[in-house]
């Protein structure tokens, strides 16, 4: 018993040891029948637990819960590290953190109170930390809100969520307007190779195959941040490098995209920034151009100090 850490109990209906026979310490342990492990907020429970002295784990078999202050966890096997204070887990693992609150801040969803769970292949818990690593199919979500991803880290220290390869995501509580004086949830999916989020700026950050959608419109790039409010409600998107917008009548392309939920804008800027427009058989050409998405308007200017001009170029069909 190490006097800086908790205490560790391992108790079961019947527990038989096995002793090292030159030192008599004890070599392993096997707990059958309703086995539990505790060490401080860290507890288990299984049909079957064993302690192995050399590698100082406890390998929880049959049904293993684990759960402490902030999550509850299943898989078929989890491993307890006794030194490192982590728990490894392998197969159907589904952790359910008990809120938002409860994950620091750190997954990117809108409901502070209601839960959030991941799912995935394996994981790595360090408790000690407040961190999370889930790997092979793994799905973030609550309530309609998901990100799906080959790898996520949760970390609740750093009050942040980190996602690679493959990631996909929706956003579902996102009003819009589609007609005059009526809105609907829209949902945005937003794909991309990597995705980080940080609740310090309540941003999301992608990298690298950036595609988001919301309905027929569509916006890729290379990067992109998505800011939220609050709430957790998106605000904003700002597109960077190589950006094509597309909806079913216009096709537009620049630099960089700013788009602004309050008002359904965006605005895109470029050397040159261009919008073609399919139904009037139009090219704009501007620094800086605005894109109203809900009546397909355009406005072309330049106030960068760069004194470009804007051009229209129609084009004419038989």
Same mark, same amino acid.
């Given at each position: ?28 342990? +096997? ?8 060490? =401080? *907020? $860290?507890?288990? %429970? !299984? @049909?079957?637990? /064993?302690?192995? &002295? ?92 998901? +990100? ?8 609740? =220290? *750093? $009050?942040?969520? %980190? !996602? @690679?390869?493959? /990631?996909?995501? &929706? ?115 501007? &620094? ?31």
């Amino acid at each position: 018993q190490d006097a800086a850490r908790p205490r560790k109990t391992l108790r079961g209906k019947k527990l038989t040891a096995s002793f090292n026979q030159q030192t008599q310490d004890v070599a392993e342990m +096997i707990v059958d029948g309703d086995a539990k492990f505790t060490e =401080g *907020e $860290r507890n288990a %429970t !299984a @049909s079957k637990a /064993v302690y192995n &002295a050399s590698s100082r784990i406890v390998a929880l078999r049959g049904k293993p819960l684990l759960w402490d202050s902030s999550a509850r966890t299943n898989a078929d096997e989890i491993d307890a590290n006794l030194d490192s204070g982590e728990s490894l887990m392998r197969g159907r693992v589904r952790t359910t953190y008990y809120s938002r609150e409860t994950t620091g801040g750190a997954a990117p969803f809108k409901n502070r109170k209601a839960p959030v769970t991941i799912a995935s292949d394996r994981a790595i818990v360090r408790h000690r930390e407040g961190a999370a690593k889930y790997q092979g199919n793994v799905r973030a979500w609550q309530d309609d809100d998901f +990100i799906r991803a080959d790898n996520i880290e949760l970390d609740k =220290g *750093e $009050r942040s969520m %980190t !996602a @690679s390869n493959n /990631v996909q995501s &929706a956003y579902y509580n996102f009003e819009r307007k589609v007609e005059k004086g009526r809105k609907e949830i829209i949902p945005v999916f937003a794909g991309a190779d990597r995705m980080t989020y940080t609740d310090a700026n309540r941003t999301a950050v992608y990298d690298g195959s950036v595609r988001i959608r919301q309905g027929t419109d569509t916006i890729e790039s290379l990067s992109a941040v998505a800011k939220m409010d609050e709430d957790n409600k998106l605000v904003g998107i700002t597109a960077s490098k190589n950006v094509v917008m597309t909806q079913p009548n216009r096709r537009a392309t620049g630099d960089q995209l700013i788009y602004t939920v309050a008002d359904d804008t965006a605005v895109l800027t470029g050397d040159l920034a261009t919008a073609e427009d399919l139904d009037k058989h139009a090219v704009t050409k501007s &620094a800086k151009l605005t894109l109203h998405l809900a009546d397909a308007r355009i406005e072309a200017n330049d106030d960068s100090g760069n004194k470009k001009r804007v051009k229209t170029t129609h084009r004419i069909h038989d």
